[in-house]
């Protein structure tokens, strides 16, 4: 509970501001937080021994060692899964490292085919009622309001309570979403975006990929896997249903047992 509190702050952040709050368990029991003496109190007993560690303790901004050291684990498990991918699908005869079928897809080319095939807007579409929701209960405009322009819910969140939120990430499906978009990027898509990283735009992707205007030219926006694409995929989307991990017991405590020998 205090973790969900805390969200993406460190730990000297967040007591700074919500030192000697007291914050209800999932069981019903409540804890009252460090407030930002005690806090550093309690670091330097004890931690004095490692500055290291004592210095991160009481840093308001995440140390650059420790983001590198999480891009590294990245990088590492990336490898390995494509190494274990590539042996279920690799064809009799192959023998590079990464087999051919398999493509890896990064961030930016997701959010790319995300965009140019409407799925933002079908996103919107499935979270927008929640957001309704929230208007209808706080009796505000707070969490969105109507725009006739793009005839559409256009939400948003209040600027106190806006930090680290993520309109995507509120709702588990988009773990579907992203994997919608994989399963139709192709090689093509991964070779054209890369040769415009490189400035080197692969005009022999262009006829298979891209959308062409009334004149004839080609836009910018890749073509969707399939007619009614978008539409197909906001509907399948809002046919999943979600499980949520329930913390809270109702009935019963939970008991443990354990063996002990005495002499």
Known sequence: MTNSIKDNKTAY?????????????????????????????????????????????????????????????????????????????????????????????????????????????????????????????????????????????????????SRGFSKKRIDHRHHALDALIIACCTKKHTNYLGSLNSERENYGLKESLLIKNKQGDFTKHFQLPWANFSTEAKEDLEKIIISFKQNLRIINKTNNKTWQWEP
């Open 13 to 161: 952040e967040f007591l700074k501001g919500e030192g000697g709050r007291v914050v209800t368990l999932s069981d019903g029991n409540t804890v009252t937080l460090f407030n930002i003496d005690k806090y550093e109190k309690h670091c330097k007993q004890y931690f004095k021994k490692n500055r290291t560690k004592l210095n991160n303790l009481l840093s308001e901004d995440i140390p650059e060692g420790f983001i590198n050291r999480q891009l590294n684990d990245s990088r590492y498990i990336s490898k390995v899964v494509k190494t274990l991918l590539s042996n279920i699908v690799r064809e009799e005869g192959e023998k590079e490292a990464t087999t051919k079928r398999l493509v890896p897809v990064t961030g930016s080319i997701t959010s790319r085919l995300k965009q140019d095939w409407g799925l933002n807007d079908k996103w919107n579409e499935i979270v927008a009622p929640r957001f309704m929701r929230l208007n209808e209960l706080t009796s505000s405009n707070d969490f969105g309001e109507w725009d006739s322009k793009i005839n559409a819910f256009r939400t948003k969140v209040p600027d106190e309570i």
